[in-house]
C-alpha cells in the first residue's frame, strides 16, 4: 500500500510527489507529506522493474 491508500492529507497540507528511473527506463511514482517519504517510496517502486534507480523529477506543494 502507498501512503495514498492510508493516509489523507488535510487541505492545504503540505505533500510531495516524485518520479524515479532506472539505468534501462523502468520507473516508479509516489507520494507522501514530504520529499523524503516521496523520493524513498518512488525508488522503491522504480526497484521492482529496474536497477539503479534515482529520483528525477519532484514536486511539492506548500500549505497555506
Keep these: 500500500q502507498t501512503f495514498a491508500h492510508t493516509h489523507r ?3 492545504g497540507a503540505r505533500a510531495c510527489g516524485a ?8 520507473w516508479g511514482a509516489s ?5 523524503h517519504f516521496a523520493s524513498d517510496a518512488a525508488i522503491k ?13 519532484y ?3 506548500t500549505a497555506p
Excluded: I
Excluded at 518520479?19 to 523502468?26: M, N, P, W
Excluded at 517502486?45 to 523529477?57: E, I, L, M, N, S
Design 45 to 57: 517502486a522504480c526497484r521492482q522493474h529496474d536497477t539503479g534507480c534515482a529520483v528525477k523529477r
Design 59 to 61: 514536486q511539492c506543494t
Design 9 to 11: 492529507l488535510q487541505r
Design 31 to 35: 507520494w507522501g507529506e514530504d520529499l
Design 19 to 26: 518520479v524515479a528511473v532506472g539505468r534501462k527506463g523502468g
